[in-house]
């Protein structure tokens, strides 16, 4: 079997696909960020649109038959894809839009950053058919935007809010960001309340990491950076959880917020194991199979190998990490992905999806009674969640009811 076996249909499990379209450039790159991103100046705008469109036409392939699954979203992630020229974005959309069977209501999102969206740009977006936006404004602090090095002011942000909302886009997102270098609990609350003064739709609020190839790890190693510690990055993460709840939004996912009817459909089909395809530098995708396997691929991540490789394969890059999936380990998977949100896992959802209840193992079932002793899981006939204080450890839970490891 390969990857673009027709014979191997996809998997119609949970009927939703999604189309992740990957933008690698970025204004400047903040001391924080790992994505396959570039400045680079000027962008080829058209060049990158048509390895993008070609690559969808010729993996389109695999991801139709029978019982394909049906395409629910379109999101544009990057980088900074709200900086790609309006145009480009809808030939990326129209391209999609006939390639896969799409019925129902259809999601595409595009994240950009405030001062980088004006009301030409956003009309632009909205006549490109983009119906939902994604700001990465992170604090609404001016001192602690300079210091994760960002581009926007405070000032950008709400002006962006206006932008959008005003070229009629009103599914409207934000991302926070939290244990950032100097920040306050006072920082963290006003953050918190401004952001929910301008009504978002979705709320991402996540903690800064740390990696090790960027600026903030070679002074985190160099003893430079200088964060609020462990307690204090937690207490910040229960005290979204409580403002943003009391404030009407749904805590749906460990970092994600929605207001009612506004779940992410496309990172929603990430956590309940639906197909999607990746385009673009970097991008993954994941194909399930019939079989219950399934594979994991992604593009290379630098611009030119990427387009270089596109180019010979006519569209079709050759992938820079491929993986065929056993069914253990996408049932381990499942579990994992599914403890995230606060649906959790339903029993026997998963037991249809993957051919085993998830507590069939003795082994399983006797680590998630530790985890139910220690206050982070709970566990019913019908499924398992994480608590409010499981959340935060849902990785230590997560790897306690893997299996094989
Ligand atoms: S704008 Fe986003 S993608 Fe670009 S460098 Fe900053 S964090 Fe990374």
Redesign the pocket.
Known sequence: MTLADPASGILDATRALGVYVHFPF?????P??D?A?AVCEPIPHDEYAAAVAAELSARAGWFRGERAPELRSIYFG???PGRWRSEAIGLVIDTTRRLFNSTGPLEITVET?PGEVTAESAAGLRAAGVNRVSL?MQAFQDHLLAAI???HSVAAIAAAVHAVRGAGIDNLCADLMFGLPGQTMDDWRHSLAALVALCPSHITAYALTVERGTRFGALDRAGKLQRPDEETVAAMYVTAHEVLQAAGFEHYEISSYARPGRRAVHNTLYWTGGAYLGVGASASSFRPLHDGTGWRFSNPRALKTYLRSAAVGKGNPLPAKIEHRAAEDLENEGLWLGLRTSDGVERAAHARRYGRDPLASPERAAAAQKCVDAGWLSVAHDRLRLTDTGFLFADEVSSRLWLGR
């Open positions: 970025c204004r400047a790159r903040c924080y960020c994505f991103t990057g980088g900074t950053n990465g090095g960002r581009q």
